[in-house]
């Protein structure tokens, strides 16, 4: 095994990287801050340009037949870059389950103009009383001739106020246990009786708590066989556990470094140049390098057939926990200075300590918690009892 990337691979990472220095200037950065919406429609169709949406898909749907190696490296410079990409991503993951298990019409409908960048998909899985446990969903989707009657509400629809569709867990046999009585939809957000309400996080996002309310949808808005909607979800948790988060270790320390090198103390001595500065840096490139590890481990192993069942979790755990703890030490070392806020003129680094410190605490909670991916290594890896 041997983590090593050739030069086709390197190439394809220093052409992203040219895009994204000519699209994430200060200004635009700025601009979706304070929007609080990671997510912009021109950025979005600029990667369908350049073929960095979805390269890894078929030609014939708009993709470049592209290897795993490809994908990891474009990812890793989009986070590295803090790329607005939570609705293109959440976009290409449902678009990939419609392509996999979705009825023919909906494939028609949907996957051209989702690969196009003209049609954005939110999730809609966790509700205000159940968020880890999934399953306990309680949204019900009732059967009325060919169609269904939605009522209920979700929590954390992230970009449910901006995208087109939302994809769907709901209660369809509140009678059967209660992994085998959920199907999946995918809700057209302009229906009557959908409402999104804001809700602002730590980090300064904005996402929603979204409500249906008698919200009539045909059966072809059906994925999957009807109490099937564990199944078709499981295919996108997958996904969701193996995500690692080492590129904003990566922006954490490139920060972290510039400033050490352009900052004097009070003694007179540059910060570069004192001990503990030169350790606490080490410490985190140190961090940064085992996520990029694991995460990278979880490459290999697809592309040797495996499934990293309890490998994604760890690199999940592993770099999100390392990113809490190496930004609240950049905050420490960097002192008061670096609690100026995001953009503000006077912060060091534009404010990107603080920032960071905030964004970090998320990157533990959604797509699994800690306890939840720590669940997964002790049963699913180490084959522990429950
Ligand atoms: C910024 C943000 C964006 C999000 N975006 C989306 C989105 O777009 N769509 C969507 O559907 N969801 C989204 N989520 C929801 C996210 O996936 C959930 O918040 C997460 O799954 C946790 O659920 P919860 O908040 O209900 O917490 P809970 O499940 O109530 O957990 C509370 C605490 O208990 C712990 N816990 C829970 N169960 C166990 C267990 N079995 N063993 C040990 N400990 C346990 C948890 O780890 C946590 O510490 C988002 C969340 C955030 C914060």
């Known amino acids: 095994m041997h983590f090593q990337l050739d030069a086709e691979t390197e190439a394809y990472r220093a052409e992203v990287r040219a895009h994204l220095h000519d699209v994430m200037t200060a200004e635009f950065e700025e601009r979706l801050y304070r929007s609080g919406v990671a997510h912009d429609d021109d950025f979005a169709k600029g990667l ?21 190696w490809d994908e990891q490296v474009l990812q890793e410079e989009l986070m590295r870059s803090d790329a607005p990409m939570y609705l293109s991503e ?24 989702a690969m196009k960048g003209d049609v954005t998909i939110a999730l809609g899985f966790t509700e205000p009383e159940c968020g880890s446990d999934v399953a306990a969903a309680t949204t019900k989707a009732v059967r009325d001739g060919d169609a269904w009657i939605i009522n209920g509400s979700k929590m954390f629809t992230t970009n449910g106020h901006i995208a ?7 209660r369809t046999s509140p ?41 009539r ?9 009807v109490d099937a909607g564990w199944q078709v979800l499981s295919l996108s948790l997958q996904d969701e556990h193996a995500s690692g988060w080492g590129p904003h270790i990566a922006r954490l320390l ?42 990278r481990r979880c490459v290999w192993m697809v592309e040797a057939g495996q499934l990293p069942v309890a490998e994604g979790p760890m690199a999940k755990v592993f770099s999100t926990e390392s990113l809490v703890r190496a930004s609240q ?34 990157t533990t909670i959604y797509a699994g918690t800690s306890e939840v991916q720590r669940s997964i290594i002790a049963s699913r890896g180490l084959g522990l009892p429950r």
């Open 48 to 68: 369908v340009d350049k073929g960095f949406f979805a390269p890894t898909w078929p030609a014939e749907y708009g993709g470049q037949n592209r290897g795993a």
């Open 90 to 113: 959440t976009t290409r993951m449902v678009a990939g389950i419609i392509r996999a298990v979705g009825p023919p019409a909906m494939k028609d409908r949907i996957l051209a103009g």
């Open 164 to 170: 087109d569709y939302v994809f769907l867990l709901a």
């Open 175 to 215: 009678e059967k246990p209660k992994h085998k009585g959920l199907t999946m939809f995918l809700v057209p957000l302009d229906s009557p009786g959908v409402e999104a309400q804001a809700v602002w996080t730590l980090s300064g996002e904005r996402t929603n708590i979204t409500f249906y309310s008698d919200v």
């Open 217 to 225: 949808v045909g059966d072809e808005w059906r994925i999957g066989d």
């Open 254 to 295: 490139t920060h972290a470094e510039q400033w050490a090198e352009t900052t004097v103390a009070d003694d007179g001595v540059a910060q570069i140049a004192k001990p503990d500065v030169r350790r606490r840096l080490a410490r985190v490139a140190m961090d940064y390098e085992v996520s990029m590890l694991l995460q």
């Open 329 to 362: 030490d950049m905050v420490e070392l960097v002192g008061p200075d670096a609690l100026r806020g995001f953009f503000e003129p006077s912060a060091p680094e534009q404010g990107r300590f603080e920032h960071l410190m905030r964004f970090s605490v998320g």
